[in-house]
């Protein structure tokens, strides 16, 4: 990367200037045998989806790019890697890849500037103030690679499908591809001495995300076994846009979600609200970890030293951090620790605590600007509330959190339906009043009853949720 530059169609254009795509572009890194095996015994194949066409493409082929269609940086299409060509293909099946012309990437240049940031190579400003919930950007992926690739094939063998599938995408996202960065600040195309096959893993391994299963799996996924281990990421991506270009902070102010019903689109949307001239970031890695767990994990898998906010702050500061992520984790714990008594009703140490330690985790949530995870806590405190028959403060927390869900898990989410559920009656919600009634919670000591008509208390909209706040 060069450092400086403004932003991205000018980028591009750059690369696209001097950098050769296309297959011939291999040169004498191109390694026949290995792959050529691997493509004749079937699998994997890489793929190639543009706009509907889905290709077997085989490493030796130059591909002909669809005519017809007026190709840019931000038309949908990606390759994949992939055992599973049927996932490909019904991926490559949705509206987004086949009108592409009516569902282009969205690239918002009016929120943000590229620039250089001291110490992080490039970053994205935020140009005009953006409000909490509003989505930034949102992008297509690029590259696809099914995770069983790096666990099945020999290092050679799937370096080299890599670069194929890269070599291979349509010029304008090749080429976009091959100006991310890297770890190493002398890898990039324009210098350093790195291969083609050595420099596409590397900007692999620096830009891509992970992707978890979908919450409910399309048919061609089934027959996938890893999908019975629901921990198993499943799928390997990059996103030659400037979703790339969003550097990590331990306390970031946006977060990102794969939306499944839209052929993986990445959406970025702010946390909290975002102020001009202020950088916008996401978090590469599980936020509640002590900061030399940060730090290492960081430097070890990403290979840098994060300078955060969070991270360059006095010891004494960093420290009274440290302290707040273990309250997080010890209150979490003791919030979980509930037994069923005979009744199957739901019995939890100190019970008459319970709701104070769940409002105690939003508030550390909220010293710790966990703006991406603190659902949970909101999602915490309406089930204890609604346990306790506390009506009103259960939509209150349930209300907040189907609005911070929405940012970071999106609709097909089951803690957001359950919590839109909760929000809109808690008087029908299983976990209403399920805590033991050997405390005087709420009205009677039976809980409060459901107002005429369904009133909600004022400010509690959940259905508005293009609404800034409440
Ligand atoms: C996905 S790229 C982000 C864009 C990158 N800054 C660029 O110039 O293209 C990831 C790289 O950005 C840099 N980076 C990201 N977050 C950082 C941070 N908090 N502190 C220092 N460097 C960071 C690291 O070099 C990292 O490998």
């Given at each position: 990367?060069?450092?400086?530059?403004?932003?991205?169609?000018?980028?591009?254009?750059?690369?696209?200037?001097?950098?050769?795509?296309?297959?011939?572009?291999?040169?004498?890194?191109?390694?026949?045998l290995?792959a050529?095996n691997?493509?004749?015994n079937?699998?994997p194949?890489?793929l190639?989806?543009?706009?509907?066409?889905?290709?077997?493409?085989?490493?030796?082929e130059?591909?002909?790019?669809?005519?017809?269609?007026?190709w840019?940086?931000?038309t949908?299409?990606?390759?994949?890697?992939?055992?599973n060509n049927?996932?490909?293909?019904?991926?490559?099946s949705?509206p987004s890849?086949?009108?592409?012309?009516?569902?282009?990437?969205?690239?918002?240049?009016?929120?943000?500037?590229?620039?250089?940031?001291?110490g992080k190579?490039?970053?994205?400003?935020?140009?005009?103030?953006?409000?909490?919930?509003?989505?930034?950007?949102?992008?297509?992926?690029?590259?696809?690679?099914?995770?069983?690739?790096?666990g099945?094939?020999?290092?050679?063998?799937?370096i080299?499908?890599q670069?194929?599938?890269?070599?291979?995408l349509?010029?304008?996202?090749?080429?976009a591809?091959f100006?991310?960065s890297?770890q190493?600040?002398?890898?990039?195309?324009?210098?350093?001495?790195?291969s083609?096959?050595?420099?596409?893993?590397?900007?692999?391994?620096t830009?891509?995300?992970?992707?978890?299963?979908?919450?409910?799996?399309?048919l061609?996924?089934?027959?996938?076994a890893?999908?019975?281990?629901?921990?198993?990421d499943?799928?390997?991506?990059?996103f030659a846009?400037?979703?790339?270009?969003l550097n990590?902070?331990?306390?970031?102010n946006?977060d990102?979600?794969?939306?499944?019903e839209?052929?993986l689109?990445?959406?970025?949307?702010?946390v909290?609200?975002?102020?001009?001239?202020?950088?916008?970031?996401?978090?590469?890695?599980?936020?509640?970890q002590?900061?030399?767990?940060?730090?290492?994990?960081?430097?070890?898998?990403w290979?840098?030293d994060?300078?955060?906010?969070?991270?360059?702050?006095?010891?004494?500061?960093?420290e009274?951090?440290?302290?707040?992520v273990r309250?997080?984790?010890?209150v979490?714990?003791l919030?979980?620790?509930?037994?069923?008594?005979?009744?199957?009703?739901?019995?939890?140490k100190?019970?008459?605590?319970?709701?104070?330690?769940?409002?105690?985790?939003?508030?550390?949530?909220?010293?710790?600007?966990?703006w991406?995870?603190?659902?949970?806590?909101?999602?915490?405190?309406?089930r204890?509330?609604s346990?306790?028959?506390?009506?009103?403060?259960?939509m209150?927390?349930?209300?907040?959190?189907?609005?911070?869900e929405?940012?970071v898990?999106?609709?097909?989410?089951?803690?957001m339906?359950?919590?839109?559920?909760?929000?809109?009656d808690?008087?029908?919600h299983?976990?209403?009043m399920?805590?033991k009634?050997?405390e005087?919670?709420?009205e009677?000591?039976?809980?409060e009853?459901r107002k005429?008509?369904?009133?909600?208390?004022?400010?509690?909209r959940?259905?508005?949720?293009d609404?800034?706040g409440?």
């Open positions: 990367h060069e450092i400086g530059h403004s932003d991205v169609d000018d980028s591009h254009d750059r690369a696209h200037d001097h950098k050769a795509c296309g297959l011939e572009g291999l040169g004498d890194d191109f390694l026949p290995p050529a691997i493509l004749l079937g699998d194949d890489v190639n989806h543009y706009a509907g066409n889905t290709t077997k493409s085989h490493p030796q130059d591909l002909n790019q669809p005519s017809g269609h007026n840019s940086h931000t949908p299409c990606f390759n994949s890697i992939s055992f049927a996932f490909s293909a019904h991926l490559a949705l890849f086949t009108s592409p012309s009516t569902t282009t990437n969205k690239p918002n240049p009016a929120k943000y500037t590229i620039s250089s940031i001291p190579g490039l970053g994205l400003i935020a140009a005009t103030r953006i409000p909490r919930g509003s989505v930034i950007l949102s992008s297509h992926p690029t590259l696809m690679i099914d995770y069983r690739v790096f099945e094939l020999l290092r050679t063998d799937y080299f499908l670069a194929a599938a890269v070599s291979s349509p010029s304008t996202h090749c080429s591809f100006n991310l890297t190493s600040k002398n890898d990039t195309a324009g210098g350093g001495g790195l083609r096959i050595a420099l596409a893993d590397s900007i692999i391994t830009n891509a995300f992970d992707i978890p299963p979908p919450p409910s799996p399309p061609s996924l089934h027959s996938r890893s999908l019975n281990d629901p921990a198993d499943l799928l390997y991506t990059v846009s400037p979703i790339s270009c990590h902070d331990c306390r970031p946006a990102y979600r794969f939306d499944w839209n052929a689109v990445q959406v970025i949307t702010a909290r609200d975002i102020f001009p001239g202020e950088e916008i970031t996401i978090s590469y890695i599980y936020p509640l002590s900061c030399q767990a940060r730090q290492k994990h960081l430097r070890m898998v290979g840098f994060c300078s955060c906010e969070l991270c360059s702050r006095s010891r004494g500061r960093v009274e951090s440290d302290r707040r309250l997080i984790k010890k979490r714990r919030l979980r620790q509930e037994v069923e008594d005979d009744e199957g009703k739901v019995q939890g100190g019970e008459g605590d319970r709701k104070k330690l769940a409002e105690l985790l939003v508030r550390l949530y909220e010293m710790e600007g966990l991406g995870m603190i659902h949970e806590a909101y999602a915490i405190a309406a204890e509330h346990n306790a028959g506390e009506a009103w403060m259960a209150k927390w349930a209300g907040l959190a189907v609005e911070f929405a940012m898990l999106g609709e097909g989410d089951d803690e339906r359950e919590m839109r559920e909760l929000a809109r808690p008087w029908g299983g976990s209403w399920s805590r009634k050997n005087s919670y709420g009677e000591a039976g809980g009853k005429e008509g369904g009133e909600r208390p004022m400010g509690f959940v259905e508005d949720e609404e800034e409440w």
